[in-house]
């Protein structure tokens, strides 16, 4: 098959969707097929910087980088005078300003894909919220193209779908991967599409290989007899990051061999944290690393606590299993479709801190019961949640729409030959 994805940014880039569309990519070119990626230039979506380089070949897939304007203050104004509008009037005519608000608005990616679509079999679009789904789409609409969506839906923020050219990619698309069974739910309780397939996220477990605890303890500055809290992921208010740190701050204040590590991209709303928390004994916070010290950090922690209030998956949490370590993660649909309560983690309300309190006071508390926990999940991620097993669902989904495709298209073929 010749496959396009179009993701809004994809590796080094790391990010939830950013991986899935680039494990998946890689996946399916290992199994010889032709796959190309359209996607930004950038690292950082707030921004929409312009940095990475505009074509590189990846692990066998070509990734082609386009030019976006810049995400700035007035954009964002414009996001947010756009949703307030769109959603008090029902109006359309807000929509041009949630699409320049939320980027990355490139109009040489718009042309590559009107100009070079018609190359493909069909194309797959990660990620529904930016602009790229929307242009990808009316490109593969020109070349009679067949779409899949992943739209990555985070239920609990309708900023991620609830826009009328973004139910139109969803309704109109010829198969939705959704990646919990409660995004499948969801879509097809809204009406928008009943050709909704559970595809889920995976993880390479060549990738995550074992470390040792304490040398990865050392690697910041953590001693080995310490408890160590992980909060990995980037540091935005919905994240759960004030509610961990509050907690922390209890639960130090009796154990002053506890550490919390806190790992990602920082954001306006961590600095400001920072200057409320940053001289809190124990507490080690890192910015951007590198994929060995991501690794590193969930080798070194006791557990992973990351109660954040909206994910469409949570990659993150198969991470932590691939280590064997017990996750804390909110009780919101997509996360309770992949964390089972008690069995391979704790769930909690995203906006309780004394249940994430209580949460994390008895994993710390109970080692074995955690550490039971955590190889529940290592047994869950190798069971259904590698890349290959997603790729085979994929796969699947590609083969079934480019049948129906050719049904179509040569009914009278398809009648002789059956």
Same mark, same amino acid.
């Given at each position: 098959?010749?496959?396009?994805?179009?993701?809004?940014?994809y590796?080094?880039?790391?990010?939830?969707?950013?991986?899935?569309?680039?494990?998946?990519?890689e996946?399916?070119?290992?199994?010889?097929?032709?796959?190309?990626?359209?996607?930004?230039?950038?690292?950082?979506?707030?921004?929409?910087?312009?940095?990475?380089?505009?074509?590189?070949?990846?692990?066998?897939?070509?990734?082609?980088?386009?030019?976006?304007?810049?995400?700035?203050?007035?954009?964002?104004?414009?996001?947010?005078?756009?949703?307030?509008?769109?959603?008090?009037?029902?109006?359309?005519w807000?929509?041009?300003?949630?699409?320049?608000?939320?980027?990355?608005?490139?109009?040489?990616?718009?042309?590559?894909?009107?100009?070079?679509?018609?190359?493909?079999?069909?194309?797959?679009?990660?990620?529904?919220?930016?602009?790229?789904?929307?242009?990808?789409?009316?490109?593969?609409?020109?070349?009679?193209?067949?779409?899949?969506?992943?739209?990555?839906?985070?239920?609990?923020?309708?900023?991620?779908?609830?826009?009328?050219?973004?139910?139109?990619?969803?309704r109109?698309?010829?198969?939705?991967?959704?990646?919990?069974?409660?995004?499948?739910?969801?879509?097809?309780?809204?009406?928008?599409?009943?050709?909704?397939?559970?595809?889920?996220?995976?993880?390479?477990? =060549?990738?995550?290989?074992? %470390?040792?605890?304490?040398? +990865?303890?050392? /690697?910041?500055?953590?001693?080995?007899? @310490? $408890?160590?809290?992980?909060?990995?992921?980037?540091?935005?208010?919905?994240?759960?990051?004030?509610?961990?740190?509050?907690a922390?701050r209890?639960?130090?204040?009796?154990?002053?061999?506890?550490?919390?590590?806190?790992?990602?991209?920082?954001?306006?709303?961590?600095?400001?944290?920072?200057?409320?928390?940053?001289?809190?004994?124990?507490l080690v916070?890192r910015?951007?690393?590198?994929?060995?010290?991501r690794?590193?950090?969930?080798?070194?922690?006791?557990?992973?606590?990351?109660?954040?209030a909206?994910?469409?998956?949570?990659?993150?949490y198969?991470?932590?299993?691939?280590?064997?370590?017990?996750?804390i993660?909110?009780?919101?649909?997509?996360?309770?479709?992949?964390?089972?309560?008690?069995?391979?983690?704790?769930?909690?309300?995203? =906006?309780?801190?004394?249940? %994430?309190?209580?949460?994390? +006071?008895?994993? /710390?508390?109970?080692?074995?019961?955690? @550490? $039971?926990?955590?190889?529940?999940?290592?047994?869950?991620?190798?069971?259904r949640?590698?890349?290959?097993?997603?790729?085979?669902?994929?796969?699947?989904?590609?083969?079934?729409?480019?049948?129906?495709?050719?049904?179509?298209?040569?009914?009278?073929?398809?009648?002789?030959?059956?």
């Amino acid at each position: 098959m010749r496959i396009l994805h179009v993701v809004h940014q994809y590796a080094p880039v790391v990010g939830g969707t950013e991986r899935y569309m680039t494990q998946l990519s890689e996946e399916l070119a290992r199994r010889g097929h032709q796959v190309d990626v359209f996607t930004s230039r950038s690292t950082d979506s707030s921004r929409w910087d312009n940095s990475l380089p505009r074509f590189e070949r990846l692990n066998g897939v070509a990734v082609r980088r386009f030019d976006s304007l810049p995400r700035t203050r007035l954009a964002w104004s414009a996001l947010e005078r756009g949703l307030q509008g769109h959603w008090s009037t029902g109006s359309r005519w807000y929509e041009p300003l949630i699409f320049w608000g939320n980027g990355p608005v490139s109009p040489r990616l718009f042309w590559a894909l009107l100009r070079d679509g018609g190359r493909y079999d069909l194309m797959h679009i990660g990620n529904l919220h930016y602009a790229h789904a929307y242009t990808a789409f009316l490109a593969a609409r020109r070349h009679r193209l067949p779409v899949i969506l992943s739209p990555l839906l985070h239920m609990e923020q309708r900023a991620t779908y609830d826009v009328g050219y973004l139910r139109r990619v969803l309704r109109e698309s010829q198969t939705v991967l959704a990646v919990t069974a409660s995004e499948q739910r969801f879509i097809r309780q809204q009406g928008w599409n009943r050709e909704v397939t559970v595809g889920g996220v995976g993880l390479d477990l =060549d990738a995550f290989p074992s %470390l040792d605890r304490d040398e +990865s303890r050392r /690697l910041f500055g953590i001693p080995a007899t @310490a $408890r160590v809290i992980l909060f990995l992921g980037r540091k935005t208010e919905y994240k759960g990051l004030d509610r961990c740190l509050q907690a922390f701050r209890q639960l130090r204040q009796t154990d002053d061999q506890l550490h919390f590590l806190a790992v990602g991209p920082e954001t306006e709303f961590s600095r400001a944290l920072w200057r409320r928390h940053g001289s809190l004994p124990g507490l080690v916070v890192r910015d951007r690393v590198s994929e060995e010290e991501r690794l590193a950090a969930l080798a070194a922690c006791d557990l992973l606590a990351l109660p954040s209030a909206g994910e469409s998956f949570g990659i993150v949490y198969l991470e932590a299993w691939a280590y064997g370590k017990p996750v804390i993660g909110a009780r919101i649909p997509a996360v309770s479709s992949l964390v089972q309560h008690g069995h391979d983690g704790l769930l909690v309300q995203p =906006d309780d801190g004394h249940a %994430l309190l209580q949460a994390l +006071s008895f994993l /710390l508390t109970h080692p074995e019961q955690a @550490a $039971r926990m955590g190889q529940h999940g290592r047994e869950k991620l190798e069971r259904r949640y590698t890349v290959a097993r997603i790729a085979d669902i994929v796969e699947g989904v590609y083969a079934r729409v480019l049948r129906r495709k050719q049904t179509q298209t040569n009914p009278q073929e398809c009648f002789h030959a059956g």
